[in-house]
């Protein structure tokens, strides 16, 4: 069956998540992904757990794992002349660079766009950094930390509902993975152009305005109003809240009155719901702190699936707060086949799949993620023409 992208060909340089998982849609996809990593050491991300039976290892890291699967790696250290001179073979016969090194170390490397651009006119160059190619920051290090926060994700989320004071939620790689698909469609994008027109562009990725993206309508809502929609308006409907119950938290949106009243119901049709302090969604917001109790009374009754289905039977947006567990062991997504197994020589990692369906082109797991420098000879040797000795010589020399 053909591949959507079987026709493409990637040189991918970086490290840990934003980068490679930028990569790991295109080679699902069926595009030749080569993975360029340093000598001896390699990507960061094989150095970072859960290690397979807990047992660190380079060779073991199950996110190196998930994110370079279905790559060829090798090892090269471009800062040395004959290394950069294999890097631009590499970069003569690709379609795509991935890369996300400090704008001005790529340029003092001599491999930023403009110079591999003479070499290959058609190459689309995508650069995944912190903060972007220009502007004040452009130099500053990062951490996915950091873009969340400098992009306004965090602030909008709290830990709960409308809650000016109440701390800025902390999240996990959140603005790393969404870098890298906002990479992998602007990639696409330029690659479309190139395909058309012949032409490569440098597509310039932004960590924090990735996340910024997210933020959805509330980086427009704030010039109107002067305030974060997502803080402050939830506490202006009510019950719209994380309720505790038997098992963990369920997530009540009653937003709308024919809602509310559903939910009366199912409380029982206590006297209190009809106190005048309950009467609109505005009053019961303002009265959250007397209507909450009432109904989580009743909700530490039940679990999660006896709620949710509460919810279902009486049509109320009620939903159970999964955790990673639930998720994994979701019947729904089993079904769809969502999960999938990654080979590694240690053992098999159960990862997540790809987040759409293709009918006729799908993706597809070939090849599980390559051992440090597993594909030297192939690449070096059977697709650039360097002899064995020549590849003895680079080892030696550290070139690779």
């Known amino acids: 069956m053909r591949l959507a992208l079987e026709d493409v060909r990637v040189v991918e340089y970086g490290n840990l998540i934003s980068v490679p998982y930028c990569g790991k849609m295109l080679a699902d996809l069926g595009a030749e992904v080569i993975k360029i990593e340093e000598p001896g050491t390699g990507d960061i991300a094989r150095r970072r757990g859960p290690f397979l039976a807990n047992t660190p290892g380079s060779e073991r890291s199950a996110l190196f794992l998930y994110l370079n699967s279905n790559k060829f790696g090798v090892t090269l250290d471009v800062r040395k002349a004959s290394g950069k001179e294999i890097f631009e073979r590499l970069i003569k016969s690709a379609d795509i660079l991935l890369e996300d090194g400090p704008p001005e170390s790529v340029v003092e490397k001599g491999i930023g766009y403009n110079d591999l651009s003479r070499i290959n006119p058609s190459l689309v160059m995508t650069s995944i950094t912190d903060f972007g190619q220009t502007g004040p920051y452009h130099a500053f290090k990062g951490s996915d930390l950091i873009a969340w926060h400098s992009g306004g994700e ?106 509310w009243r559903r939910l009366v119901e199912l409380l029982g049709n206590n006297e209190w719901a009809e106190e005048d302090l309950f009467k609109t969604h505005l009053l019961r917001a303002k ?42 062991q979701s019947q729904h997504l089993k079904e769809r086949e969502y999960f999938t197994r990654i080979p590694s020589p240690y053992g098999e990692v159960t990862c997540p799949g790809a987040p759409y369906r293709l009918s006729r082109t799908p993706w597809s797991i070939k090849r599980p993620a390559p051992l440090l420098g597993q594909h030297n000879w192939d690449v070096f040797c059977g697709r650039l023409g360097f002899s064995e000795d020549d590849l003895v010589h680079f080892y030696e020399s550290g070139v690779i």
């Open 287 to 328: 009265h959250w702190e007397s209507l909450e109790p009432l109904i989580s009374f009743w909700a530490i009754e039940y679990t999660k699936a006896e709620l949710s289905e509460l919810g279902k039977e009486k049509g109320i947006p009620l939903v159970p707060v999964n955790t990673v567990s639930d998720v994994v």
């Open 154 to 259: 965090g602030y909008i989320n709290p830990r709960f509902a409308g809650t000016e004071t109440q701390e800025p939620l902390r999240t996990l790689h959140m603005a790393d993975f969404n870098a890298g698909i906002v990479g992998a469609l602007s990639t696409m994008a330029a690659l479309r152009v190139q395909r058309l027109n012949g032409f490569g562009q440098h597509v310039d990725v932004s960590k924090q305005e990735a996340c910024i993206v997210m933020m959805g309508y509330n980086a427009c809502y704030y010039p109107f109003e002067h305030r974060s929609i997502t803080r402050a308006s939830r506490a202006e409907f009510a019950p719209n809240h994380f309720i505790k119950c038997k098992d963990g938290w369920v997530y009540i949106q009653c937003t709308e009155d024919r809602h």
